[in-house]
């Protein structure tokens, strides 16, 4: 029996759960236990699982409004979502004796409770309460939405903005779970319960899921919270650290949170503590410094003073505060002054005034005219590499490192009221004496801190992103990448965290906090000068290790907020085993019932370079914890880039895995596309290890600043389900095309027979994405194809220019799959159109449902196989693509049209690319004249007569034949401009309905 994932999946609302999910930022469950990148959505990992456990009944429709309940993804369940307050008079009311006598008055609350006292209060008084109880409490809740027929009314996606995530609320009713259990023929009440009663039914025991990627943990994390059993691997043992904390510190309940935050809370007290005693972040007005603003000065060739470089001297443009510089007679270095300005000023700094580095070039302060290229500084031979023991540059060294500005903090009580004054000021001479007493004290320490890992003393390894650092300041080591101040305080908390923390659990919790603070406080650390947030940034605000001329740095009260790992404890222990290992993937021995996998694809990042910026933090501490792993990102072994290397890896690691699952077992492997061509790569290694595919899914799950490398393609996330194929079946090529078409056709129409009543469920880029499926599906059942071995051809040389046969298969079925979804109403004449004008129909169908994205134009024209699609095209925007309107053309591209038959016979059945000298196929096709007649009834201020007459000038006497088609294509026409949207065509569609009442009164 298939499980529901291999007949369907909602991808509609998964992907409007998912960017919700992903909207949070910081509010996602897992981010805040640290950086790993491309972390995948929650709620796409439970849907995941479940709907590879839940089987499919012969009953698609019951299907997905039980898998939507489960989910609470069903109306009900987004309705129950919908967040809102419950009038404390209500918790009063429900509230049993004893906790009404301890929190509240007969008024409302007890005063002097906090709100997180009042949120666990709520929580008791809400476990204590029957189904009834709860239901009429939640009923009091004051909806933002309060009318459910209106909240209905809503498109699904605005409709959860109001609401908590699935994973935040307790899961389906007690109702709902009638419905469940009635179809699925289980007695569960929770998710672990359900998880438990289907992993019987299939694989006789809990069923256990595996990631060989686990990366930041999504998948072990979820899979153990609806209560799987859980592996996770990863060869980086950062993301081992990750994925172990997220089921063991998060996934450990309140107590263990509890802990780990008391720790990591005395630490910091204990660190702020002899700081102050150091007296290296307090000055003698009784201020504690809250930001230290550092630059980079050089002093080129011809020029005799040190610039300091920064691209603006704006230092806080909500403070008005500026940094300016001055030359004082015989000093080598400038003085800089930190002053208030008007707000026309702030202005002008913003845009760059006073700028001393701009376009990669340093600008003389004092002589604008004056500029030296930033390349020519660092010299023909690069800037010298630092040795492990350069903490700040050495006098010689081309960019030397300054202190130019100190935010100071004081608190001040006024008419009975403490508030926080903040005010920038340049360092003093006290000042510095405070630098270089930081500095002393750290080199006190440094080699025993070192050599305990209290702070980082690994090289950096030069690669693609490592490289940066090294070449643009001669950074060898990754503590070169902190100030002494930040090594000084970071190594510190290092150091009384491992006295402190006694428990693994709390000793994951420092050891990731010491990550979250390399983060935060780093030479990479830009400052930041906006109005909304003058303060510092963090390193991987973008994907890659980018220098500054100038950054922030933290001083230790400053670490307040990036320190802890958890804000507050919350949850229950989860209660499924679960066990984490660094490990490469070809290495893996666990079995496992589901393999869920998001394999690293095509060098979007490099784990194992940035994840060193974390490890070098943890390494020696991190091996005392987990004396069994590797501390180190072995980078050898990773899996990257797309070659002949990265086929093969993969080929090994998939050809495990479905060694280590059942015969029943299921895989999904996910991954996010940049370009829908990559599937036939992907497909085949898949299939070479031994899997066939049984479904295809993709799920929108990337917001835009996601940072994996973007092109003009579909943002989502492609999930395929597969099994192992148990039988070592032969294939032929020509019975697979007949198969594939079927196989296309039948997918496609299963979708449409979802998508019929209620909202879309499936866009375009899904049914393309449903016609690869189908082929994967058809070919990937068969050992061989025409006696060759699949992996000999995934391993075959070609040059560019050769396609193997898996992706000649593969681009006929999108060709089918294009064909079969002709745009409603446009079935009569389709047949007798060409490839493209049946692609600029469907372009303006895909236009006017709201799909602005080039790369679905692309791929469509992929799939009609028309080559050149500029001409169509009004706007090629990544995200703005459109459509020429039949106005839009004006006379342009246009053609004879016996030129048509011609250009159909050099180019092959129309498509679109013009031979050379050839007119391109559209401009010489029957639709490219209809759309100039439109153009001329609308240039005529729809008087219709000029575009008959020029319809009947240019077609003759096929003018007759024709006329049937021309009228079914302008009432298509004419209705386009009311599509939302749409408005560009308005125009031109009312010429189209003007025209068709012409042509069908027209006569001989
Ligand atoms: C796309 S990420 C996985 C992200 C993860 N699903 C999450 O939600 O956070 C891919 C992972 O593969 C890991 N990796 C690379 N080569 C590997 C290998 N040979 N064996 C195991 N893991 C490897 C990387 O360290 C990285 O964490």
Known sequence: MPSFIETQFPIARLSAEAYKERKANNGQTLTRLGKWWGRKPLILVRASILGMLMPASGDPKRDREIFLKILTMDDDGAWQRQKGEIPVAAWLEAAPPDIREEYFTARGWLRGLTDEAKEEVCARIWQNLDAEGRKALDDQRRRPVPDREEYEALPYAERIRHCDRPENIEGPTPEAWKEINAHLGTTAASLPELVEQLGQRVFGHTPRVGDA???????????????????????????????????????????????????????LAAADKQVTEWGIEHNEQGERADAFLYCVEVKPEGCDYFIPLAP???????????????????????????????????????AGKDATVANSRVIDPFDPERSWSVESLRGAEGL???????????????????????????????NGKTKEVRRYAAPDEADLAREARALDLLRERFAAWQREGFIPSKPIISGYNT?????????????????????????????????????????????????????????????????????????????????????????????????????E???????????????????????????????????????????????????????????EWTPDARAELAVRGDGEDFRRSMVDIYKN??????????????FTHQNPAVWAGLGMILWAAGLKATAAWTISTETEAVGIKKGNYVTGTVCMVLR???????????????????????????????DEDGEPNFNDADYQLAAYAAALKVLTQYATLDGRDVEHEVFAVRDKNTKSDFQVVIERAIEIACDTLVPGGLGNYWRDLSLVERYYLRALDIESRGERRKGMYEELARGFGVTDIR???????ANGARMHTASGFAGGHLAPVGGVEDAVALTGRGRGRAASGAPHPFAASPLRHLLFAIRETTAADHDPEPGRQYLRDTFGQSYWQRRERFIGLLEWLAALGNAEGMAEWQEDSEAARILVGRLRNDQA
């Open 657 to 670: 895995l479905a060694c280590h699952m059942p015969d029943n077992g299921l895989q999904m492997v996910q």
């Open 569 to 627: 404890a919350k949850g229950e222990p989860f209660s499924a085993k679960s066990n984490v290992i660094p490990a490469d993937a070809r290495d893996l021995r666990e079995t496992c019932d589901l393999w869920v996998t998001d394999p690293p694809y095509a060098d979007a990042v490099n784990y194992h370079e940035l994840g060193d910026f974390f490890l070098t933090w943890q390494d020696k501490q991190l091996a005392k914890a987990f004396p």
């Open 724 to 754: 192992k194929r148990t039988s070592p079946e032969p294939g032929f090529l020509d019975e697979v095309y007949p198969l594939v078409e079927d196989e296309v056709r039948r997918q496609i129409a299963a979708r449409q027979a979802l």
């Open 467 to 567: 490289e940066q650092p090294i070449r643009e300041r001669g950074w060898t080591h990754w503590h070169h990448l902190f100030t002494p101040r930040q090594l000084l305080t970071h190594g510190l908390l290092a150091e009384i965290s491992a006295k402190l923390a006694t428990s693994k659990e709390a000793q994951v919790g420092c050891l990731l906090g010491m990550g979250r603070i390399a983060n935060w406080d780093s030479r990479l650390c830009l400052w930041m000068s906006n109005a909304s947030n003058e303060g510092g940034s963090h390193v991987f605000n973008s994907q890659a290790l980018n220098t500054f001329f100038n950054c922030s740095n933290r001083p230790i009260s400053k670490l307040e907020t990036a320190w802890p790992v958890f804000g």
């Open 384 to 414: 010298r590499r630092w040795t492990n023991d350069d903490l700040v540059p050495r006098p010689g060294d081309v960019f030397q490192e300054r202190l130019y500005c100190i935010r100071w903090v004081k608190t001040v009580t006024k």
């Open 871 to 877: 001409p169509l095209l009004k706007s090629d925007k």
């Open 213 to 267: 990627f686990c990366g930041g943990g999504s998948i072990p994390f979820e899979a153990a919270r609806i209560g799987c059993e859980a592996f996770g691997s990863d060869l980086n043992p950062v993301a081992g650290l990750l994925t172990w904390a997220s089921l063991n510190l998060l996934g450990g309940g309140r107590e263990v949170q509890e802990e780990v935050m008391r720790v990591q809370a005395e630490a």
């Open 312 to 350: 603006s001297w704006l230092v806080g443009e909500k403070s008005k505060v500026v940094c300016k510089w001055h030359r004082d007679p015989g000093a080598g270095r400038l003085r800089p002054e930190i002053v208030t300005v008007s707000a026309d000023e702030v202005k002008a700094y913003k």
